[in-house]
């Protein structure tokens, strides 16, 4: 949301959408990285989920009233910018280009993750952390750095997506809740932890809600949650998950 | 020239003091073991010595430098390198990743995404070798889950390896090992000490590895250093032989 907001007023002043696509990420992932340092990584020590949850949530509320206080509370709009507008023709069906250029995106970053994940030596690191952060310590590496830096680069990420939906949606006040329902439901989906299972949560989630909501619209609003049911009754882990 | 150097190492758990004033020099190029009973702080000094916690008390000198009091990341890059008593590894990742976390972790540099990949090129290089040496090469790409304990052990002792360090320190190796693992475990470690750079410290429960393996024993007992001398003088020491190896025999 803080992403969508920022990339509204750099597209504002700028006039360039993509600028606001570069800028918005790395204004929100610095953000991330001081309320990390401020308030998460205090709570590390205490091994206590419900002590994140809290705070992140406390956050999220102070974030939507600073962004009704600077930027007013009726939605803002963004401009598609020139060359993505107007339509392709896929498969003989018209297709607005814009969303043409989204599903591109989305699979250049699926791509780009996976490749800095299996890759690249912090990507190794980051996978180690999950599994034993004490051994990666005892190793010889700054587990601490490697936390900064996943929450950075993952709010980075959210500022992207926020940029990158502000024009489809425009930038209004609740756009990250209702973006937030949908991942968590994902990522239960896929299976925690499991990269490729978020990615065929993601495909699968979007297609039922399409589908879903052209041949029965009355359960349109359950549909999500009836899928997640089925997968959690079949498979307790999600689909690519272990079970606990 | 000692290598390793502490003074008057002491470590405290509340009213417990499961390190008292322990003293201790270690040579370069020594394969040093450590006995003693179950709790005598065998592991304690270890974790005290490589930064896993704080000691209370008294100073330790790697290399002249005092490494007192440093945390585990920094210690590792002055060359001591460990394995723990318990199997601590990446269970998901491969035999050939889990040495790669190691062996990265000294490797200057480059934290950017594109750079990281040529240092992990590297790290790999140098985990291959060490995989070579522990005869581990024909499982680098098994996820490390699927190995053998014994060869999980191994792959341990690969991961301190691969870090090129100056001191390794070896916490029961052997610990959970079958009669034939033991030995070809020592066999191992034997050839790796046969260039004699390497300056070892080892934690061990079996005498027969101890005495094929160390050419100095400290025993601890209590949290006190009892005896300290070659094996030949420690088997011989009436200490020792009261407070531990007579009761290891009984037993």
Redesign the interface.
């Given at each position: 949301m803080l992403g969508a907001y920022i990339g509204y007023t750099v597209a504002i002043y700028t006039g360039s959408f993509f600028l606001a696509l570069i800028i918005a990420p790395i204004l929100v992932a610095c953000f991330g990285i001081v309320f990390e340092k401020l308030l998460l990584s205090p709570l590390y020590k205490r091994q206590d989920g419900g002590a994140y949850l809290m705070v992140t949530f406390g956050l999220a509320v102070i974030l939507a009233e600073a962004i009704k206080l600077t930027w007013g509370a009726d939605p803002k709009g963004v401009q598609i910018p020139e060359m993505l507008r107007g339509i392709v023709i896929v498969f003989d069906f018209p297709f607005p280009k814009y969303r043409v250029f989204l599903i591109i995106i989305g699979v250049l970053m699926a791509l780009s993750a996976w490749l800095f994940l299996e890759k690249t030596r912090i990507g190794l690191l980051i996978r180690a952390v999950s599994q034993n952060p004490q051994m990666v310590n005892a190793l010889g590496t700054n587990v601490v750095f490697i936390r900064n830096l996943v929450f950075a680069i993952g709010c980075g990420l959210a500022g992207m997506g926020g940029v990158l939906a502000a024009p489809m949606v425009t930038a209004f006040l609740g756009m990250g809740s209702s973006v937030i329902i949908d991942a968590f439901v994902i990522v239960i989906i896929g299976g925690m932890g499991s990269f490729l299972g978020s990615i065929i949560g993601s495909l699968l989630v979007a297609f039922v809600l399409v589908f879903g909501a052209y041949y029965v619209p009355d359960l349109a609003l359950a549909i999500i949650y009836l899928l997640m049911l089925i997968i959690l009754i079949v498979r307790p882990g999600g689909l690519l998950g272990k079970e606990e | 020239m000692h290598i390793l150097e502490c003074q008057k190492l002491t470590k405290h758990f509340g009213a417990l003091e499961a390190l008292s004033d322990v003293d201790m020099k270690v040579r370069k190029g020594e394969v040093r073991a450590v006995i003693g009973p179950n709790g005598a702080g065998k592991s304690t000094l270890f974790n005290a010595i490589?930064g896993?916690f704080p000691a209370t008390r008294g100073k330790c000198f790697f290399n002249g430098k005092d490494i007192t009091g440093m945390m585990?990341?920094?210690?590792?890059?002055f060359g001591i390198?460990?394995t723990?008593q318990l199997t601590?590894?990446?269970?998901?990742?491969s035999v050939i990743?889990n040495i790669?976390?190691?062996s990265?972790?000294?490797l200057k540099g480059?934290?950017l995404?594109?750079g990281?990949?040529s240092?992990?090129a590297e790290?790999k290089h140098k985990a291959e070798l060490a995989l070579e040496k522990l005869k581990l090469t024909d499982l680098a790409y098994l996820p490390s889950n699927t190995l053998s304990h014994g060869d999980q052990r191994l792959l341990e002792i690969a991961?301190a390896i691969s870090?090129d360090p100056l001191l390794l320190m070896l916490d029961e190796p052997t610990q959970g090992l079958s009669v034939e693992e033991t030995q070809s475990t020592v066999d191992i470690l034997k050839d790796l000490l046969s260039s004699g750079d390497l300056t070892v410290i080892l934690v061990e429960h079996d005498m027969e590895v101890v005495f094929n393996l160390a050419e100095r024993i400290s025993v601890l007992h209590q949290g006190r250093i009892i005896a300290d001398g070659d094996p030949e003088e420690v088997k011989a020491s009436k200490v020792v032989q009261d407070a531990y190896l007579g009761g290891f025999e009984d037993a």
């Open positions: - | 490589n896993v585990m990341q920094d210690i590792v890059k390198s460990r723990f601590n590894l990446f269970p998901e990742l990743e790669s976390i190691a990265q972790a000294k480059a934290w995404p594109l990281g990949s240092v992990l790290a991961m870090q």
